[in-house]
T-cell receptor
Framework: EDQVTQSPEALRLQEGESSSLNCSYT??????LFWYRQDPGKGPEFLFTLYSAGEEKEKERLKATLTKKESFLHITAPKPEDSATYLCAVLPGSNYQLIWGAGTKLIIKP | DVKVTQSSRYLVKRTGEKVFLECVQDMDHENMFWYRQDPGLGLRLIYF???????EKGDIPEGYSVSREKKERFSLILESASTNQTSMYLC??????????FGSGTQLSVL
């Protein structure tokens, strides 16, 4: 069964304290892995797409990496405005619909 | 700037009512989606549409129906609202298998 698991469920960091969020997946073939950011009361906003193991993408303080079993979203020297829920989704080879993780709620304290 | 607009941010309805959630996109996307989002769960697909007047069931279609009469508009209908349909409803659109663009969501409470 195709599955996506995100960990931890919640993460509290001090401003400037770097860390990583994890998205592990078991799918039959991988067409793409997507990261989204969701602020409270809003819809998810696209961050990155990764297509193959070894690929990396960066945007400001965020860097996404991909292996054959998992993806990491690294956040370097975070600021309070990086506080949000980060969602991971996988597009399996078996169908055209995304499989979503439950998200990691990130809280950055000043 | 691309936009997916959902007609209501908050909605309160009574059990048994027929509820309409509207979604409009201005990007000429072929594909449109309705998800629901509940705490601790990933987004769950209710219905999607890949063309005008076309619709496909997602993972949790029971108790819902959809309508797509025009390319830019995709409506979700709760035929007879129940308390277990209290949730955040998210509309999204995309072209091909590219990234999804989401609306701001509708928080529906069924009392």
């Amino acid at each position: 069964e195709d599955q996506v698991t995100q960990s931890p469920e919640a993460l509290r960091l001090q401003e400037g304290e770097s860390s990583s969020l994890n998205c592990s997946y078991t799918v039959s073939g991988l067409r793409g892995l997507f990261w989204y950011r969701q602020d409270p009361g809003k819809g998810p906003e696209f961050l990155f797409t990764l297509y193959s193991a070894g690929e990396e993408k960066e945007k400001e303080r965020l860097k996404a990496t991909l292996t054959k079993k998992e993806s990491f979203l690294h956040i370097t020297a975070p600021k309070p405005e990086d506080s949000a829920t980060y969602l991971c989704a996988v597009l399996p080879g078996s169908n055209y619909q995304l499989i979503w993780g439950a998200g990691t709620k990130l809280i950055i304290k000043p | 700037d691309v936009k997916v607009t959902q007609s209501s941010r908050y909605l309160v309805k009574r059990t048994g009512e027929k509820v309409f959630l509207e979604c409009v996109q201005d990007m000429d996307h072929e594909n449109m989606f309705w998800y629901r989002q509940d705490p601790g769960l990933g987004l769950r697909l209710i219905y999607f549409s890949y063309d005008v007047k076309m619709k496909e069931k997602g993972d949790i279609p029971e108790g819902y129906s959809v309508s797509r009469e025009k390319k830019e508009r995709f409506s979700l209908i709760l035929e007879s609202a129940s308390t277990n349909q209290t949730s955040m409803y998210l509309c999204a659109s995309r072209t091909g298998r590219e990234k999804l663009f989401f609306g701001s969501g509708t928080q529906l409470s069924v009392l």
